[in-house]
């Protein structure tokens, strides 16, 4: 029953972390106005890293590949979208106008959970072998890893807007 839930767990992740993808790839130019405009420099490259990361993220998540550094994809953006818009309009996403941080803390823990719990028994990690590898410790150290990641992005090109 563990593995067709983290199957569950992991293909939820993968098509939201897939739609959000889809959508900032679809909508380019859009996408890199409102990164502008949240404080994201320089933002055609976030723009672009965001939509590859999310879809790369969502992939590896759908199929179980690589699945605690897929996990870690999505907490590099829950984190960085946590920091830079959703925390400041407070806990709930209905509250308006970047909506709360509920959504993207979900995303995170549930991303987290998947990283430490592994891949599962439906997952290309399992079939390779390496599902065993890359939970429990692993997979932690791994989402940790991405924090970091996550952080250096901020410090380097963020910066709070003057109209928030």
């Given at each position: 029953m563990m593995d067709?839930?983290?199957?569950?767990?992991?293909?939820?992740?993968?098509?939201?972390?897939?739609?959000?993808?889809?959508?900032?790839?679809?909508?380019?130019?859009?996408?890199?106005?409102?990164?502008?405009?949240?404080?994201?420099?320089?933002?055609?490259?976030?723009?672009?890293?965001?939509?590859?990361?999310?879809?790369?993220?969502?992939?590896?998540?759908?199929?179980?590949?690589?699945?605690?550094?897929?996990?870690?994809?999505?907490v590099i953006v829950a984190a960085n979208a946590f920091w830079a818009i959703h925390r400041f309009a407070g806990f709930f996403v209905f509250r308006r106008p970047d909506e709360g941080w509920e959504y993207v803390a979900t995303l995170a823990v549930l991303a987290t959970g998947v990283a430490v719990l592994g891949p599962g028994e439906y997952s290309i990690d399992h079939l390779l072998g390496w599902a065993g590898a890359l939970d429990g410790w692993t997979g932690l150290a791994v989402v940790g890893g991405g924090l970091v990641v996550a952080a250096i992005q901020l410090a380097i090109g963020w910066r709070r807007p003057s109209s928030d």
């Open positions: 067709v839930v983290l199957l569950g767990f992991r293909l939820w992740l993968g098509v939201v972390m897939v739609a959000h993808g889809v959508n900032h790839a679809r909508s380019l130019d859009g996408t890199t106005r409102w990164f502008a405009a949240k404080g994201f420099r320089p933002p055609r490259p976030v723009a672009i890293a965001s939509a590859l990361g999310e879809l790369a993220a969502g992939a590896g998540l759908i199929v179980g590949l690589l699945t605690p550094a897929a996990a870690a994809g999505v």
